[in-house]
């Protein structure tokens, strides 16, 4: 492996352990199950795998609520399978990014347990314990949220006190002005490190620090969360999101990183502006975490004007050295297949834009094949976000890219048509979410036989971005934008690469300055038979056509 920054050209895949395949038959994803695909992963061609926490826990957030920090969840396997895992990867040329919840654990957590048992345990301050406010304490210390809503308090009345957390009542938030929480953070972190991960996602980091003095947040009139506003849920969040503290959090963060050799990068979920998701990643000075997820493109339908509005704002604020990030789906959005209204053909279009733009490209499991978002009952859902919201007449929308219960994007991945999609070796086993009703039309198995599929547009677009340096490091210009169509040059001083895309349902004609054109890829695979792309300087596209051109030398 080499070992220069690496990370700043790789695309990164996000495996969600439960749901992508199940080695024992007992209906859950694990880590022998990862092992077995490495080689289908290998082969797509992504270089980098981000895991949702695989550490033990109580699942009641599925490994967001962790309960031992340096271990494996035995539902999943155990260290010599991590290990293994590890191994095979790098072998491979691939490499793991682990999920780090430095905001919170579980409350099953022993140091939880040990905190709520008396007010002068050594592990009290771990966490954060308030009196509440008068009369008798039975209100709560300030008007903190969390972030589903609510206060972000809960009483315990074995202690006669209050705790904070930022998420979900069983997620305490641990206390990071204690400088016995730093250390054991900071030993986690290199705990993995020394292992040989290859990095970390940071779990909500903009989370972790709170003012001191638990001033209450002021008023704002906004109700929903947005990467515009630091407000939400009519308050606006100084006092318990975006610290100064957490700002000096990640700088210092990155010096252990730094330590490491080959190097290693970190991605922090940051619901933020692009401008405050750069002040993390450390400004100017470029010495915080290494990349954080931009979000911007949740808000977008399929519409090149909206899209283009949000990569200028990308590349306005993530000016070299710094790099965006492009985001379709995760474990709690909205399966982006969904959102284009299952159209195979607009999903090529944006997988060619992701995969071309000047940033590190996330991809969800189950979008190379177009999994879809499957519809669940809120009541019964797994996700306890589902279960709290289970009165509420919306369930879904396709604008905000959110769903109530996030059991619909997190379904079992779609291997085969056998039963339970290959995902199970026991046909029968109820797996613990159900199979995607579709499978048998969309999986792995039928779409890699059929070269047209988008399967194999992904492995054909990881391929020429892998072969291209310009698609990896080049600078980037749009050289033509209209709510139709978006052309872009991404120029590095060994290349020049041209991507076009229509957005339209019809032809679109587009003239270029630059006439000496290679066709290097086309989301129509029959495009490259014939001369009819081009005609002099003008390209001409098929509906919803996504094209990948290089410019020849001259000479050439
Ligand atoms: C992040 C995770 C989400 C989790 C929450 C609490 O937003 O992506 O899945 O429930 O943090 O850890």
Redesign the pocket.
Known sequence: MSHDEWWRRTTVYQIYPRSYKDSTGNGIGDLPGIIEKLDYLAELGIETIWL?PIYPSPQE??G??ISDYRNINPEYGTMADFDRMLKKAHDLGLRIVL?M?L??SSDKHPWFIESKSSRDNPKRDWYIWRDGRKPGGKAPPNNWKA?PGGPAWRYDPGTEQWYYF???PF?PDLNWWNPNVQKEMYDTVRYWLDKGVDGFRL??FHAVYQDKNFKNNPFSFRVLPSENSTASLFQNHVNDLHLPETFELARNLRKILDEYDPPRFMVG?I?ATPEICHKYMGGAANDGLHLTFQFNFLRCRFNARQLARQIKHNERVFMHPALPTYVYS???LMRIFTRVSENWDKMKVLATLQLTLRGVPFIYYGDEIGMSQVKVKLKTSEDP?GRKFWWSPIKQSKYFAFAFS?DGCRTPMQWNSEPNAGFSPDEEVKTWLRIGPKYKKVNVAIQDKNPNSLLNTYRTLLQVRRENIALQAGSFEFLHESSGALVYKRTHPEQVIIVALNFKKKRNFISLASPRLELIFSTDIKAGETDAWKTDATLNLKPYEGMILREMQSGS
Do not use: C, G, K, W
Request: no cysteine.
């Open positions: 949702s957030d599925h967001y609520d999920d919840v905001n919170h972030m930022h998420f979900l997620q779990d909500i979920e619901t995760n474990h709690d976000i996030r």
